[in-house]
């Protein structure tokens, strides 16, 4: 999408803030102009981090999320004050990148699962025929016999008939908390434990209907390579990743704190390897976070952008203050959106037979 199509489709989500849509936008097509790119200067061309300022509920995270959604990237939104600085009890920065590349997986498995349907549609429907083969017993004209449970199968004539069926037992994940740094070793001993306690495959008598669905997502599962998939992971992180860290502001050092600073200046200097490009270990692999985009928001009422330390000012160099809401911007948030509130309840009505307008 062109930065104009772009932002023409966060219009129908999201009402004003046109220099905002503006700025990820650009970053977005910027993402694509550099994939198109030789692989020498690609990897030279870092994103232009932003900085989003502005009050609750202006639509800043709202913005992200949607910008995610369009690019089909993988997307994780954090609050900068549940983190603490390394050595501390308390969450570490760089769990963003492990928790981001946890959705990623979950989501390219999702896509890989849906892109398998028909191949594994087409396998259990002929694991079922087998099976309705068996139950009847029947040898003649037996080529003819299977088109006509072809037929009926494929029209859900069958739903009801019981089949025994062979299905692979429910696999058990053994899952090792290892300290960050040695996910390797969790990866390693997770290898070494996978069959244990794994179920061999057993016959079990169900419906038609029954055996259709578990047999589809087991054929599905089968035809997924997991090594390929994690490899996959670790691409997607690196090239598409978007992180929201929202909250920023509230990680300021306020000049009058004394003590330990375990969740503010301390915080904002664990960010900036994450943001200026650093390798972290994950039970995938080694994830570099030189490409990942970071979009950082926050209100900014009790301290300034430059407030922040100035390494870290210097990696949001994209810098949009966001327009305070008016009246009239309220009205056009409650009827303009694909699904603003009012057309929501509508529909909500309309389940119960009643026609809801506004005025």
Known sequence: MTPKEIVHALDQHIIGQAEAKRAVANALRTRWRRLQLAEEIRDEITPKNILLIGPTGVGKTEIARRLARLANAPFLKVEATKFT????????????????????????RRQMLNRMNVQARQAAEQVILDALMAREDSRENSAERRRTLTRELRTDKLDDVEIEVEL????????????????????????????????PPARTKMKVADARIKLEEEKAAQMIDEEELQGQVVQAVEQRGIVFIDEIDKIVRQSD?????????????????????????????????????????????????????PELQGRLPVRVTMKDLEPEDFKRILTEPKSALTKQYQALMETEDVELSFS
Do not use: W
Not at 174 to 187: L, Y
Not at 282 to 287: E, L, R, S, V
């Open 85 to 108: 600085e390394v050595g501390y009890v308390g969450r570490d920065v760089e769990s963003i990148i492990r928790d981001l590349a946890e959705l990623t997986m979950a989501m390219l």
């Open 257 to 309: 704190q004394r003590g330990a600073d375990v969740s503010r200046e301390g915080v904002q200097r664990d960010l900036l390897p994450l943001i200026e490009g650093c390798s972290v270990s994950t039970k995938y692999g080694f994830i570099h976070t030189d490409h990942i985009l970071f979009i950082a928001s926050g209100a900014f009422h009790m301290a300034r952008p430059s407030d922040l330390v």
């Open 168 to 199: 692979a037992g429910p696999a058990v994940g053994v899952e090792f908390m290892t300290p960050p740094g040695m996910e390797d070793m969790a990866r390693q001993l997770k290898h070494l434990f996978s069959n244990l306690g794994n179920k």
